[in-house]
C-alpha cells in the first residue's frame, strides 16, 4: 500500500515564526488532504490539494504531484494553531491514508 | 447541517462485554468511514462504505469487530468481546467526493 511520511514529527514554534511542514508519499495519489487535529481531538479538514497551490489566510498548501511531495505553509503561527497535521492521501480510491502527523506547539 | 455525529462521545467497558459505536454521517454523503486513532499505529482505517455497501474492510482487526450500515443515515460498529487493546479514538468519517468531514470520535476505553 501506499507510504506516507510527515516531517518533522515535532515542532516548537514561538508566537508570530512561520514554519513549512512536509508530507512524501510512495506513488501517484488522486486525493491528497491536509487536516489539523487540534487539542481536543477534533479532526479538521485544512485543504483539498491533489496537485498545485492553494491559499486560506495564513495557511498555505502545495503539492508535486510528480515529485510525491505536498507542504504545508504556516506563517505568523498563533497559539490556535497548536495541534497535530496530517497529510492523507488516496489513489483511484476513497481510501484514504493517514500519515504519521507533525506535532505543533506554538508557546506565546 | 449538524456535520458528523457519533456516539457516545465517551465508553467504558469491561473485558469481554459487547460495544456498539454509532454514527450519523453528513446528509447526502455517500461514503461512509471507520478510522481508529492511537499513540502506537496513529490513524488506521478499519472500513468503508460507499452507498451503504462495505467496499473495503481488510483494516479490521479482527472477527470480533463488525460494521454495518443499514441506510444512508446510519452505521454501527460493533466489537464482541471487547478486550483492553481495543482501547483507542474511534472515528467516524463521511464524504462526496473527495472532502472527508470527521466526527468527534468515541473515547472508548476497555478495563
Known amino acids: 500500500g501506499i507510504q506516507v511520511e510527515q516531517s518533522p514529527p515535532d515542532l516548537i514554534l514561538q508566537e508570530g515564526a512561520n514554519s513549512t511542514l512536509r508530507c512524501n508519499f510512495s506513488d501517484s495519489v488522486n486525493n491528497l488532504q491536509w487536516f489539523h487535529q487540534n487539542p481536543w481531538g477534533q479532526l479538521i479538514n485544512l485543504f483539498y490539494?491533489?496537485?498545485g497551490t492553494k491559499q486560506n489566510g495564513r495557511l498555505s498548501a502545495t503539492t508535486v504531484a510528480t515529485e510525491r511531495y505536498s507542504l504545508l505553509y504556516i506563517s505568523s503561527s498563533q497559539t490556535t494553531d497548536s495541534g497535530v497535521y496530517f497529510c492523507a492521501v488516496a489513489r483511484n480510491t476513497d481510501k484514504l491514508i493517514f500519515g504519521t502527523g507533525t506535532r505543533l506547539q506554538v508557546f506565546p | 447541517d449538524a456535520g458528523v455525529i457519533q456516539s457516545p462521545r465517551h465508553e467504558v467497558t469491561e473485558m469481554g462485554q459487547e460495544v456498539t459505536l454509532r454514527c450519523k454521517p453528513i446528509?447526502?454523503?455517500?461514503?461512509l468511514f471507520w478510522y481508529r486513532q492511537t499513540m502506537m499505529r496513529g490513524l488506521e482505517l478499519l472500513i468503508y462504505f460507499n452507498n451503504n455497501v462495505p467496499i473495503d474492510d481488510s483494516g479490521m482487526p479482527e472477527d470480533r469487530f463488525s460494521a454495518k450500515m443499514p441506510n444512508a443515515s446510519f452505521s454501527t460498529l460493533k466489537i464482541q468481546p471487547s478486550e483492553p487493546r481495543d482501547s483507542a479514538v474511534y472515528f467516524c468519517?463521511?464524504?462526496?467526493?473527495?472532502?472527508?468531514?470527521f466526527g468527534q470520535g468515541t473515547r472508548l476505553t476497555v478495563v
Open positions: 468519517a463521511s464524504s462526496l467526493g473527495f472532502w472527508a468531514f
Open positions: 490539494i491533489p496537485s
Open positions: 446528509s447526502g454523503h455517500n461514503s
